[in-house]
């Protein structure tokens, strides 16, 4: 609960800098609260509780993706920097809402109360809608901003549908009550079919098969900072409050909505890989490369009773390498009208280093060992083998195959192509998170544990 407040009253905290016009130091302070955030989260580890009339309540599963969000929202501030330099007026506006966006986010992964559940999901949506338009003056960016904000719209739309049957079924919007009512021996036919309007409402915020179209079309569209967060930050919030929502709420995931999720978390994989492999934009072929991540994680509700370290550890392989990839991205296409692979070409020999990074976190991405996203993968297909679903695991493993095609399309290009122009400049903090972001994930892929035994 504290986490909360304290995310609130640093969101305040930056608009009150624009007020005073110490712009310079709102960076550096941003970062430093929420550094302070992190360890006020992690004091909070071993101390469940529940606050608010169990509108919030803190357990190992928030605290521990709470903290992975917080980190997140570190990188993509410090990105600002450099990112909005020619619109200084603009940056405190852009950090605010990204630090408010967090504080949606530790509501979707904290709530006791679906209302609360509702509040943190509406807080991140229109944070991202504001974000994905926030280029005024550019047509696809308008246009992506539109896109995002009408589909979010109708997914919000049949959420709230779902909620409203939850609660005609149950008479309450209490997690713990519904769980505990859920078990009894007659249940209304309201609950089961709240419980899928509500899937449907979250496979739209994880752009899974087939409610992926608005995808693409917005990451391409939107600034590439904002592309950065949609596909690490948001991503990953949506799929754990999904993974939250059925695990606390009881939905006894019967076996046709297991052969449903099954059936999108293939189609996720096929759909996302195929069509990332005719790619030429890069920002594009993350948006699929995404897709197809997402039907990766929607792996874990099949054996959602054991599966939460594995879904904590494959969000933090699969942000961290997102995140190392958009750093280099921010760099390589800062004053480029598209982000083309031809704009990557040469890049291992102007700029050696950011071309490592890149190269590792696709790598990552595509479950090579040592990295991170290769453990990821590893630990979630023995358990899917264990819940007894092969055909996915198998499915599984000639999408990563297919997976390497694209991603080595963009690796050759930086190491095999004549550069295309010459770069000098060295923004200190884009190297930084870059370089920060592919450690941690060469860290974690190294020790596991780190990750895996937090919520063991």
Request: proline share 3%; net charge neutral; aromatic share 12%.
């Amino acid at each position: 609960m504290n986490t909360l407040i304290a995310i609130i009253g640093l969101g305040v905290l930056c608009l009150l800098f624009e007020i005073l016009n110490l712009r310079k130091a709102l960076i550096p302070i941003t970062v430093l609260g929420l550094l302070g955030v992190l360890g006020l989260t992690i004091s909070e580890f071993n101390t469940p509780g529940s606050y608010y009339s169990n509108m919030i309540m803190v357990n190992k599963f928030s605290v521990a993706f709470s903290s992975l969000f917080i980190v997140l929202t570190i990188f993509l501030v410090t990105l600002s920097h450099n990112f909005y330099e020619n619109h200084p007026t603009k940056l405190s506006d852009y950090v605010a809402i990204k630090v408010f966006l967090l504080s949606g986010a530790v509501a979707m992964v904290s709530f006791g109360n679906l209302a609360m559940f509702f509040l943190g999901i509406e807080v991140l949506s229109i944070s991202l809608y504001i974000l994905a338009a926030s280029s005024r003056m550019n047509l696809k960016s308008n246009e992506a901003g539109m896109k995002y904000f009408l589909m979010g719209s109708f997914a919000s739309g049949i959420i709230l549908f779902g909620i409203c049957m939850i609660y005609g079924a149950m008479g309450t919007f209490d997690v713990v009550e519904i769980s505990e009512l859920s078990r009894s021996a007659e249940l209304p036919v309201w609950f089961p079919i709240g419980i899928i309007l509500l899937t449907i409402g979250m496979f739209f915020k994880i752009a899974a098969v087939p409610f992926h179209f608005w995808a693409p079309d917005v990451y391409e569209g939107s600034p590439a900072l904002t592309t950065a967060t949609m596909s690490t930050l948001a991503k990953v919030v949506a799929m754990a409050t999904l993974f939250k929502l059925l695990t606390a709420m009881n939905a006894e995931i019967s076996y046709q909505y297991q052969i449903v999720v099954v059936i999108v978390s293939i189609a996720s994989m096929t759909v996302g890989n195929i069509m990332a492999l005719k790619q030429a934009n890069v920002k594009r072929m993350l948006a699929f490369s995404g897709i197809s991540h997402a039907g990766f994680m929607l792996m874990t509700l099949l054996s959602a009773t054991t599966s939460a370290s594995s879904l904590l550890y494959y969000a933090t392989a699969y942000s961290l390498a997102g995140i190392a990839a958009f750093a280099v991205i921010l760099y390589v296409c800062k004053n480029q009208d598209n982000e083309d692979i031809a704009n990557f070409h040469g890049l291992g020999k102007t700029n050696p280093l950011l071309a490592a990074v890149l190269t590792g976190a696709l790598l990552s991405m595509a479950g090579i060992p040592v990295f991170a996203g290769f453990f990821a993968k590893l630990n979630l297909f023995s358990q899917t083998i264990q819940a007894g679903y092969l055909v996915l695991v198998i499915a599984a493993v000639i999408n990563s195959i297919i997976s390497v095609g694209y991603y080595f399309k963009l690796i050759l290009a930086m190491y095999t192509k004549e550069p295309s122009e010459n770069r000098t400049a060295t923004p200190i903090l884009i190297y930084g998170v870059a370089v920060i972001a592919i450690l941690l994930n060469l860290a974690i892929g190294l020790f596991p544990s780190l990750v895996m035994d937090l919520l063991g």
